[in-house]
């Protein structure tokens, strides 16, 4: 009889034994599988000039009349033929239509067509601060994600938290907004930087 019954209870824990390493088991294919990315905020995009910023004018067929200009503390830039233009707080589109009435109306370019591209938003700035190599402002970039971000920054610290980025963007309406983003995960790379932010690296907890 004792013997029957340390049969049935070498079964019974040979069972439970098997639910466990199934349970087990299907916990990690769970973890292991394809992992959701959250939705991220999407930045306010704002590509108006401002005085430092630089970009360049591309008068098509006219290399003599296409340049780099930076505007001018004023908000200013000289163009050839034309002169003095007031470009601070303009759009890129704005600029090029500007450039383009006043070549046609002097009689400088009968059908003339302009394109801006901007080099740098000297005026627009994020900082980055904490636990990455070299802390401080930097100029916006269109299409800036957070990881390219801390790579201006010198990367990060050997005691920097990458789990734990935040980000402090303001909102219209001005109320801050914390953002914290796993930069470890890969968040980093779908995250895009808006004029204004502050990048906070922590350090590691140990």
């Given at each position: 009889m004792f013997a029957r019954r340390s049969d049935r209870y070498f079964a019974l824990a040979g069972s439970l034994l098997a639910l466990v390493v199934l349970a087990g088991t299907a916990l990690l294919a769970c973890q292991s599988g394809p992992r959701t990315r959250r939705q991220l905020p999407v930045p306010e995009e704002d590509s108006s000039v401002g005085p430092g910023d630089t970009f360049e004018v591309q008068v098509f067929g006219l290399p003599e009349l296409s340049g780099i200009?930076?505007?001018?503390?004023?908000?200013?830039?000289d163009f050839p033929l034309i002169g003095r233009l007031e470009v601070a707080g303009l759009e890129p589109p704005a600029i090029s239509d500007i450039i383009v009435e006043r070549l046609r109306s002097g009689d400088f370019v009968l059908q003339p067509s302009v394109r801006?591209?901007?080099?740098?938003?000297?005026?627009?700035?994020?900082?980055v601060m904490g636990q990455v190599a070299r802390p401080g402002q930097f100029p916006m970039q269109m299409g800036l994600s957070l990881v390219e971000a801390i790579s201006l920054a010198g990367g990060f610290t050997s005691i920097a938290d990458d789990s734990n980025v935040t980000i402090v963007r303001r909102e219209r309406g001005g109320r801050l907004r914390r953002i914290r983003i796993d930069v470890d995960s890969g968040e980093g790379d779908d995250f895009y930087l808006q004029a204004g932010d502050s990048v906070r690296v922590p350090q590691t907890i140990f």
């Open positions: 200009h930076q505007v001018a503390r004023n908000g200013t830039i801006i591209v901007v080099k740098e938003y000297a005026s627009k700035r994020i900082s």
